[in-house]
Each structure stands twice: as structure tokens, then as C-alpha cells.
């Protein structure tokens, strides 16, 4: 594998989303370390998720440098950007969207929205945390998540999330064109959730 391609490299240059991220040619990892890319971020694959969140009011938190945001909004999907700027989102080297310094339950609660985007929630309770917020604020809503699935085995999280917010939510519909997209590297998913009712 040849980490990034010509074409895929000049793109991310200039903050432009890769048209196509090609797994038997292209290496994943140096996306994510060249690119800052948590979410492998292409946008034939966003195609299919923007297809799901036209005419929806977006919010994504823990959007990093803003790659999802700009691919969907590249899309015609309606997106407000927020994450907690550090070098590990990679928002150091440089934002390719608008995104707003704000944490997830802040975002949750300052912004109307019915789909809340969680591209790589860090491991731990904050991605919990923000939808619960969001359930006291009274707001109604659909969950993408894209990360690391739950794992079967008791009391061991994730890569992403925690066991806690797993089981407040459960599966709408899975986008398969994000699995197809990674190919076989990784075990991360594009989930649609819906928050469980009587989960509180």
C-alpha cells in the first residue's frame, strides 16, 4: 500500500475532501496521521449518508478539523460544526470547515438540531453525557454514529463511547457504503441510532 494517492494527497493539500479512498491501494492510517482524519472521510461514501440527512437540521460534535462536515455540506446537507480543539481531534494543524470551540453537552444544548453526527466520540462517557443532555433539552433526534460497534464482551468499552451510551441507544439502519468504503481495515461502522424510549 502507498499511504495516500497522488490524486486523494492534492486534495487533502487544500482542504478539499478526497473523492475516493481506494483500501486495496491507499493505507487508512495515513488519513488519519497525515490528515487528521479520525472518520475515514471520502466523498463517494458521504454521498449515501447525505442522502439519509437532506432537509434535516445537522449538528456534529467531536467534528476535529471539520472533514464529515465539509463533505456533507459539500453534499447540500444542512451541518453545524463543534468540537473541543486539542491535537488529538487534530484541529492543530489546521480546520477545512467551519467549527465552533465548544464541547459536545454546550453543542447540545445552544443548537437546534434532529440528527447529532458522532464521528470517533472519544472512549468514555461524553458522547453519553451529550444525549441525555440533549433528551432534557427537550430535543427530538436520530444519531449517526461512526466508530468502534459495542463490544459483546462485559464491562469492556469500545474504541469509542462507552457501554453506556450503547445501551441507551440501538440500531435504525446501518450505512453499509461506509464498511465497503474502509474495506477490511478496521471494524468501525456507520450507524443510525435512535435513543431507546424508557431508557431513563
Same mark, same amino acid.
Given at each position: 500500500?502507498?499511504?495516500?494517492?497522488?490524486?486523494?494527497?492534492?486534495?487533502?493539500?487544500?482542504?478539499?475532501?478526497?473523492?475516493?479512498?481506494?483500501?486495496?491501494?491507499?493505507?487508512?492510517?495515513?488519513?488519519?496521521?497525515?490528515?487528521?482524519?479520525?472518520?475515514?472521510?471520502?466523498?463517494?461514501?458521504?454521498?449515501?449518508?447525505?442522502?439519509?440527512?437532506?432537509?434535516?437540521?445537522?449538528?456534529?460534535?467531536?467534528?476535529?478539523?471539520?472533514?464529515?462536515?465539509?463533505?456533507?455540506?459539500d453534499?447540500?446537507?444542512?451541518?453545524?460544526?463543534?468540537?473541543?480543539?486539542?491535537?488529538?481531534?487534530?484541529?492543530?494543524?489546521?480546520?477545512?470547515?467551519?467549527? &465552533? #470551540?465548544?464541547?459536545? /453537552?454546550?453543542? *447540545?444544548?445552544?443548537f437546534? +438540531?434532529?440528527?447529532?453526527?458522532?464521528?470517533?466520540?472519544?472512549?468514555?462517557?461524553e458522547?453519553?453525557?451529550?444525549?441525555?443532555?440533549?433528551?432534557?433539552?427537550?430535543?427530538?433526534?436520530?444519531?449517526?454514529?461512526?466508530?468502534?460497534?459495542?463490544?459483546?464482551?462485559?464491562?469492556?468499552?469500545?474504541?469509542?463511547?462507552?457501554?453506556?451510551?450503547?445501551?441507551?441507544?440501538?440500531?435504525e439502519?446501518?450505512?453499509?457504503?461506509?464498511?465497503?468504503?474502509?474495506?477490511?481495515?478496521? &471494524? #468501525?461502522?456507520?450507524? /443510525?441510532?435512535? *435513543?431507546?424510549?424508557?431508557? +431513563?
Amino acid at each position: 500500500m502507498s499511504g495516500i494517492s497522488y490524486p486523494n494527497r492534492v486534495d487533502i493539500g487544500s482542504g478539499k475532501v478526497p473523492f475516493r479512498f481506494d483500501h486495496t491501494t491507499e493505507q487508512r492510517d495515513s488519513f488519519r496521521y497525515e490528515a487528521g482524519m479520525w472518520t475515514l472521510v471520502d466523498k463517494a461514501w458521504t454521498k449515501a449518508l447525505a442522502s439519509e440527512l437532506t432537509g434535516k437540521k445537522c449538528l456534529e460534535v467531536f467534528a476535529g478539523r471539520g472533514w464529515l462536515t465539509q463533505a456533507l455540506r459539500d453534499h447540500g446537507v444542512d451541518v453545524t460544526a463543534t468540537s473541543r480543539f486539542s491535537s488529538h481531534d487534530g484541529s492543530n494543524a489546521g480546520l477545512v470547515a467551519d467549527v &465552533i #470551540d465548544m464541547s459536545a /453537552i454546550q453543542a *447540545v444544548q445552544n443548537f437546534d +438540531f434532529e440528527v447529532l453526527i458522532m464521528g470517533w466520540p472519544p472512549a468514555g462517557e461524553e458522547a453519553t453525557r451529550a444525549v441525555i443532555e440533549a433528551i432534557r433539552c427537550g430535543r427530538q433526534f436520530k444519531i449517526v454514529f461512526i466508530g468502534e460497534p459495542y463490544s459483546t464482551n462485559p464491562g469492556r468499552l469500545s474504541g469509542t463511547a462507552s457501554d453506556s451510551f450503547f445501551e441507551i441507544t440501538e440500531l435504525e439502519k446501518e450505512l453499509t457504503e461506509y464498511r465497503l468504503a474502509r474495506g477490511k481495515q478496521g &471494524i #468501525d461502522v456507520c450507524h /443510525i441510532l435512535r *435513543v431507546k424510549q424508557n431508557s +431513563f
